[in-house]
């Protein structure tokens, strides 16, 4: 996996979203996600915390959020 942002991001339609600016937001979003993300997990792993077990819960984080598209309490 690489941390660079990708090449493309596939929109809802299945087609790449085209606008500069949204690909220009999660560019960055990207690029500060992959960093917190890094950080956190050199933390954790040099702190004893097992590798695996980490990729687990950060995994298990990320299916864990919530869709914007539903409404509260669906």
């Given at each position: 996996?690489?941390?660079?942002?990708?090449?493309?991001?596939?929109?809802?339609?299945?087609?790449?979203?085209?606008?500069?600016?949204?690909?220009?937001?999660?560019?960055?979003?990207?690029?500060?996600?992959?960093?917190?993300?890094?950080?956190?997990?050199?933390?954790?792993?040099?702190?004893?915390v097992d590798e695996a077990a980490l990729r687990r819960l950060l995994?298990?984080?990320?299916?864990?959020?919530?869709?914007?598209?539903?409404?509260?309490?669906?």
């Amino acid at each position: 996996m690489s941390l660079a942002p990708p090449e493309t991001w596939p929109g809802a339609d299945g087609n790449p979203i085209s606008c500069r600016e949204k690909v220009k937001v999660l560019a960055e979003n990207h690029v500060e996600l992959a960093q917190v993300m890094r950080d956190a997990f050199e933390d954790a792993v040099l702190m004893g915390v097992d590798e695996a077990a980490l990729r687990r819960l950060l995994t298990s984080m990320v299916e864990a959020l919530p869709s914007p598209k539903r409404k509260p309490g669906a």
